[in-house]
Structure formats: C-alpha cells, structure tokens
C-alpha cells in the first residue's frame, strides 16, 4: 500500500515466528516499517519485577532486536524510553504514521493503556490493528462462548474453546522486513514518575533507564541491568526466541517424552534437568507462540504408536490451564488479582490481608500486619528459613533460579496459606510476582487461588505436607542438599526433618538446628517454626467456617468489615462456630458456593491426584530419569481421615 507507515508495537509477542499481528502489519506493505518497543514506567517501577525476569526480558529484545537486523541492516527493535501513553501521540506526528498495529494483551492494566493509546490514534487519524496470539484463543472470544462468564474450570475451556474454531496452525516467520522510515526524535521526552517505586529496595544505584529518550548512546539500545540499578541475576535460564525455539526443539525430539507427558508423574525435585518443559517464561514474554509450542506437540501425539496422554494431564492439556485462567481474567479485570472486590474468590479471613482503597477498589501494594507471628511466618517463608528443608529448597530455587516446579510451586503456595501458615494469598503471589521468571497476572492469581482453595478448586482438606510430599519424589533428598546446602551432609533418614536429627548426627553433619533463622550463621539451620501437624488443624478448622460462612470478595459484609461479626473468634485461630456446619456437605454444593467453576469444586489442574494421604500409584521414570515414588498406603493420620472425623464427629 504506497504511503503507509507502520508502527510494530512490540510487548507480548518477542518472536517474529507464529504471530498473527506482525504478518497484519508486513500485509499492508509498508513503504516504511518501525518495529518499536516502549519502555514503560508502569513496569519499571509499579509492577514487582525482580532482577532475573529484567535479565530475561532484556534477553529476549536483545535477541529479537538481531533478528530484525538479520532480515533488513537499516532495522533492528527501536526501544524508546517513554510511557506509551505520552510517547505514541509525539511519534505518530513526528514519523507520519498511518498505521500502529499489535498484539492483544488483555491484562488489566494493558486494556488501560491501550484504550488510551487507541483513542490517541484516532485523534491523530492513525488506524489501529489488534491481533490475538497470546493464548490459544482469544480470552474474549472464550469468555463469549462461554456464557459471558469468565473460565473458571478446564471443561469450560474445552467447551467453549472448540465453539471459536479450531486453533490455528502457526504462521512462518518473515523472510523479509521493509526499511524503517528517519527515526528523527525532535520532541521532548515526558520524564516518568519515580515513586512509588516497587522495585526500589532490589536497586543496588538508582535507575538511570530514562535519562535520554533512545539511550545513553542515541541508539535506541536495550536498557542494561547496570542503568537500571540492579546487580546481576542469579538465574541460568536465559530469554529469546532463539533460546526459546532450541528448548521446543529438544523437547519435541523425544516423541515419548512430548506424546506420554503426564503432570503428576514429574517430580518436583527433579533439578538438571528438570521434569517438565520449563517453557513458561517464553510463552509469558512471547519468546515462543503457544500455538507453535501446542500443534508441535500435537502433531506428535496425533502419529504416536504407542498410548498417548490426554488433557488435562498431557502437555497440551497444560496450555489449556493456561487459557482458563486468561479467560478468567479477561472477563474479571482488576479483580482478579486481588480478592476484595473479586466476586470469584471467597473470603477467608486471612492473615496479613491487603490494604484497599475503597474508591478504585484496587489493593494499594501494602497490607495489614494483624499478627507479629504471621508476619514472621511469612518473613521466613519468603526467605527460605522456615526450617522445614522442603519448603525452604523450594522458596531459595525460586529466588535463585526463578523458577519452580508446578508441583513445588502447590508445596509452597499451600504450606503459606490454607496448610500452615493461614496468610493470605495474595502475599504469596506478590513473592512470586517478583522472583518468577514466568510470572504473568493471570497464571500467578489463578493459581494462587486454586492453591488457597478460594477460586476454582474446593478440596481444602487435601493438603501437602512438608515431609512426606517430598520424600515420595526424593528419599535422598538431593533437591534439598543443593538448595539447602547447610544440610547437604546430613543423612537421609533426616533430611526432611532434620530437628529429629540426634546432636551426634548433626555433629557429624556439620550443622546445628537451633534458633529461628533471624541470623545468617554458617553450618546452623533453624528449627521448624511450628508444629506443622497443629497448624494443619487449626488452618482446616479455619477453612471449614470460612466455607459455612460462604462470603465471596464482592459481599457487602467483606467490604464493610461486617463479616467479622460471621466469625465468633474474628477469624483467628480454630473458627469453628456454634452455628458449624458441615462445609462440605449437601448445603455447600447446591447452593452456587462455587461459582461458575467446577460443578462439584473437583476439577483437576493436572497436578492434584497427590496429596498428604498419597494413596495412589504413581509409578514410572521421570524426564529427569529418576525413579519415582512406587505405591504409598494412605496413611492413617491423613487430612482426608481427619475431615471424615470432623464429619462424623
Ligand atoms: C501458586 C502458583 C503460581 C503460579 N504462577 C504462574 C505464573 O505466574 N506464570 C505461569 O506461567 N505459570 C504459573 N503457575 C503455573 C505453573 O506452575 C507453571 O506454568 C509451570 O510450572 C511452568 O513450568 P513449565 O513451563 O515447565 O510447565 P509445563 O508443565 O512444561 O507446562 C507447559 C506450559 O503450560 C502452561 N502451564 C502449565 N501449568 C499451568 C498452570 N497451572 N497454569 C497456567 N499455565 C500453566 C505454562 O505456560 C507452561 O510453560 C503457577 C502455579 C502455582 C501453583
């Protein structure tokens, strides 16, 4: 089309491979093409991003930004330093635009944004093209065939899904990209606003990422981890495209690997390598298309000979979860990532809860200390020094690498909340947020209230225990010595309760277990910060008042502070009532306490059938190649027992 200038706003989709917004943006046939990405204070500076996803995302522009150069010299990714919001209006004067085309993002802030950077455009008379490809389907188009109801269990998604069509075969990458216009910028920067500034306390210096429009050196250069003031990251998993399609690649050569792939047969524990794909954080910042990553395999198991797995277990049944909890998303908006105002997420009265501001009716980023004890709790979680070696490998790998296994990431998010700890979630998610590598608002608050059993899952008495979970996947406890190395010589027998160990053994160990982990001291551990046993009663006694009490986010009374008066202890502590009622029986399911999810709050997330009771077989080699845990008899002791005597009782 002669005259027409094109802006290729870059944000989900690092890729040129598979994306439907960037093949729209070349079929217009630019005389001038500027692939752009805009360095948005928004993240910078309010979004929790820790110093491994900023080395991933700057990964991953770095490695598009040679990719776009390899197609045309006078090309590369044009990374300016402005919100969006102030930079596009300049832009589009400045380089005669016509167009601005890009990918659909959904999460509530990027609808913000982008309807005012839209609306921007239309008063400058510039077309704006938007093109699905972040999840399988469009997350709106999904919540359309599904009622208008936002997802909220997988045969939802299967139902609704199939209803769009079927999803589309991946596009090939462009083999040519049209000249970039003068990248003249003669216009003033709008410098952003610094405070509040989530990230501050990870800064090592302060940022220094906008201190010239396109860069230190004019160049339209990558911000470096050094202008943002972070020291180096400590993960190896690296970012990019190139990266991200070797991975796919491996994974798709082993055919029996990709068409028997069952969730709740890989281990947690499994490090180098790990079990599953650890593909998340290249779908999350589009480094590979989730529709190349699901026909790949697909393909696979269509022609597989021997018996292959199904949804929701099977590995595309994994994209599925994905898409579930965008649709969720899509329809909830801010909501969704909190659990006041949510009318999807019941209440518990947790600890720690977040502050609100009643006017936007969005969290404000701090939250109430009602116990010193939680707060320590929760202190010593995230840090990994609750003394209980399981969950402290755990939280150390995820603040180290980055990233956990599914099934680790239940350990943790359960051990915090409705197993242990009875924090809220939404601290959890907030520690994720930060450290993950993958963590993007949908999957991170979807799951967490799967975990915590406030949305999608219903089944609290099923919980993890920080013993006998781990030892299943890992007797050795191999996973532990390398995350926990103050127990690495420590033997088997009590590596996942090492206060049991006699102080012979920890002498010949080399550690003590003493204190409370408030002190980095070589060769000590701390003791278990309570008695998990005790916790894991009081939390299910909780559980099940709060499930009687059956009050959602959105209820006047958890609004207006009123439900207290529903709690006769204020929810702390044991809350069951005089007016007990069974929370899990007949009143619970009929009435619409599960809303809109699972018709009996049973679903499965793939990762479930194992639980404390771990009753089930699961048998077989992990991708890792160890063996795992052979049938385990229910133990007498488990929650399920001790729900049945509730029940009964
Ligand atoms: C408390 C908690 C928080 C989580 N936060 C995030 C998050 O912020 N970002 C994120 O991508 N995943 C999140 N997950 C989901 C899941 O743990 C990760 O997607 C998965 O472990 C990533 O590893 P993988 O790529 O090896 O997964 P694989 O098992 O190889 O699965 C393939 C892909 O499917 C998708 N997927 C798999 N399981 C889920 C799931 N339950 N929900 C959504 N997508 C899924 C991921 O994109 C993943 O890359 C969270 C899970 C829990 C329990």
Redesign the pocket.
């Known amino acids: 089309m002669p005259n027409t200038r094109v802006i290729y706003w870059f944000r989900t989709d690092l890729r040129l491979h598979d994306s439907p917004a960037l093949q729209a943006a070349l079929g217009l046939h630019p005389e001038a093409f500027w692939p752009v990405w805009t360095w948005d204070p928004h993240y910078v500076y309010r979004a929790r991003v820790g110093v491994n996803r900023w080395q991933f995302l700057t990964d991953c522009q770095n490695d598009l930004s040679k990719s776009i150069t390899k197609l045309n010299k006078k090309s590369k990714l044009f990374l300016m330093r402005e919100a969006p919001q102030t930079l596009f209006p300049k832009l589009f004067k400045a380089w005669k635009i016509t167009h601005l085309v890009f990918e659909k993002d959904t999460d509530a802030y990027a609808r913000d944004r982008d309807a005012n950077v839209i609306k921007a455009a239309e008063e400058a008379g510039v077309q704006v093209i938007v093109r699905s490809g972040r999840t399988l389907w469009d997350s709106d188009l999904l919540v359309e065939k599904n009622h208008g109801k936002p997802t909220m269990s997988i045969s939802q998604v299967q139902n609704a899904g199939p209803k769009i069509g079927l999803i589309p075969r991946p596009i090939p990458a462009p083999k040519s990209l049209p000249d970039p216009g003068p990248t003249n910028l003669d216009f003033k920067q709008d410098e952003p606003d610094q405070r509040p500034d989530f990230n501050g306390k990870s800064r090592q210096s302060a940022d220094k990422s906008y201190e010239k429009i396109a860069g230190p050196k004019g160049d339209f250069a990558v911000p470096t981890l050094e202008e943002l003031g972070f020291p180096s990251a400590t993960s190896a998993h690296r970012g990019g495209e190139t990266i991200g399609l070797k991975i796919l690649d491996n994974i798709i050569s082993d055919e029996t690997y990709t068409a028997t792939f069952e969730?709740p047969k890989?281990s947690p524990a499994a490090f180098d390598p790990?079990a599953?794909?650890?593909?998340?954080p290249h779908?999350?910042f589009g480094s590979l298309s989730i529709r190349e990553?699901y026909w790949r395999v697909q393909d696979i198991v269509t022609t597989f000979k021997g018996k292959a797995s199904q949804p929701p277990v099977s590995?595309t049944g994994?994209?599925l979860?994905?898409d579930m909890?965008f649709g969720a998303q899509a329809k909830l908006g801010y909501s969704f990532g909190q659990t006041m105002y949510n009318s999807h997420c019941r209440f518990i009265p947790w600890h720690l809860p977040s502050k609100v501001n009643h006017e936007t009716k969005l969290v404000t980023g701090e939250y109430h200390i009602d116990s010193t004890e939680a707060e320590e709790w929760f202190q010593r979680w995230k840090w990994g020094r609750t003394g209980f070696p399981w969950i402290d490998a755990l939280m150390r790998q995820l603040r180290k690498d980055g990233?956990?296994?599914?099934l680790g990431?239940?350990a943790v998010?359960c051990f915090l909340t409705r197993g242990g700890c009875y924090v809220s979630w939404e601290r959890?998610?907030e520690v994720?947020e930060e450290w993950?590598l993958?963590?993007?608002t949908a999957?991170?608050a979807?799951?967490?209230q799967?975990?915590s059993c406030t949305a999608f899952f219903a089944q609290f008495y099923r919980c993890y225990s920080p013993v006998a979970f781990p030892k299943k996947w890992d007797k050795e406890g191999a996973f532990v010595r390398k995350y926990v190395p103050e127990l690495k010589n420590l033997d088997d027998k009590y590596i996942y309760e090492p206060w049991t160990a006699p102080l012979a053994n920890q002498k010949k160990a080399g550690v003590k277990i003493q204190g409370n982990g408030s002190e980095d001291v070589q060769g000590v551990y701390p003791k278990p910060m309570f008695d998990f046993g005790e916790r894991r009663t009081v939390c299910l006694d909780g559980m099940k008042k709060a499930y009687q009490v059956g009050l959602y986010g959105d209820d006047a009374k958890v609004i207006d502070g009123s439900w207290r008066k529903l709690f006769d202890d204020h929810g702390e502590g044991p809350t069951e009532g005089e007016s007990f009622e069974d929370a899990m029986g007949p009143s619970a399911g009929s009435e619409d306490k599960i809303r809109e999810g699972p018709e009996h709050g049973f679903d499965d997330?793939?990762?479930i059938e194992e639980d404390e009771s771990g009753a089930k077989e699961i048998g077989g080699e992990s991708k890792g190649g160890e063996k795992r845990g052979s049938k385990r008899k229910a133990g007498q002791k488990t929650l399920d027992a001790h729900f049945k005597k509730l029940k009964t009782g």
């Open positions: 969730k890989t790990q599953t794909t650890l593909l998340s779908l999350h990553f590995l994994q994209l979860f994905r909890y990233w956990i296994h599914h990431r239940h998010a959890g998610a994720f993950l993958d963590h993007e999957s991170n979807g799951n967490w799967w975990l997330d793939g990762a």
